[in-house]
C-alpha cells in the first residue's frame, strides 16, 4: 500500500518542482534561494526535505521489502539534480515488487538513530515513521515553496492538478 502513495507524491512533487523552476525563471529568483529557503531557521532547506522524502521511500523499500540498500548522496543543488533524485527514487520503488511486502507486518526493523536504535516490526515502522515522515517531508517542502510565492495550491499537493 505505501508504494502507490509514495508514487504518486513523488510525480506531484516533481510537478511542483517544474512549477517553482518556471516561478524563478519568469520572477527572476535565483534557483539557489528557493532551495536554500526554510520555514524557520531552525528547519532545514528545502533541497533537503527533497532528499528526506526520497530517503524515506527508498529506505522503506529496504527495511520491509528486503531490497538492497540505494544511497544517493545528498549533494543536490538544483532543480535539475532534484528531479533526478526523484526519478531514480521512483526507479527504485518501481523495482520493488508488491508480494516483496505481503508478510512482512512482523519483520524485525532495525532504525539506527543518533539517540539510539528504534527497534520495531514492519507494520508499527511503516504505519508510526514511514508514512508520517515522508509526508512531513513532502508538505513542508510544498509550504517552503508556497510561503515564496510560488503559485501552487491544494491540488498541486495532491497530484490532481
Known amino acids: 500500500m505505501t508504494i502507490p502513495l509514495f508514487l504518486r507524491s513523488l510525480n506531484a ?3 511542483i518542482l517544474t512549477k ?9 529568483t535565483p534557483e539557489s534561494k528557493l532551495l536554500s529557503t526554510r520555514l524557520r531557521p531552525d528547519m532545514e532547506h528545502l533541497a533537503y526535505q527533497i532528499q528526506r522524502v526520497s530517503d524515506t521511500a527508498k ?4 527495511r520491509i521489502a528486503g531490497i538492497a540498500e540505494c544511497p544517493m548522496a545528498d549533494t543536490e543543488s ?6 533526478g533524485r526523484i526519478r531514480k527514487t521512483i526507479d527504485v520503488l ?8 505481503v508478510g512482512q507486518e512482523g519483520k524485525q ?3 539506527k538513530r543518533s539517540a539510539g536504535n528504534w527497534e520495531t516490526n514492519g507494520k508499527e515502522y511503516v504505519m508510526v515513521f514511514a508514512v508520517p515522515n515522508f509526508y512531513f517531508h513532502v508538505v513542508t517542502a510544498y509550504a ?3 510561503h515564496s510565492g510560488v503559485p501552487i495550491g491544494k491540488m498541486d499537493y495532491l497530484g490532481v492538478a
Open 144 to 146: 517552503i515553496l508556497r
Open 20 to 28: 517553482a523552476e518556471a516561478y524563478a525563471k519568469d520572477s527572476n
Open 13 to 15: 512533487l516533481n510537478t
Open 78 to 83: 538544483t532543480f535539475e539534480e532534484l528531479h
Open 59 to 62: 529506505n522503506t523499500c529496504v
Open 109 to 111: 526493523v532495525v532504525m
Open 94 to 101: 518501481e523495482s520493488v515488487r508488491e508480494e516483496d511486502f
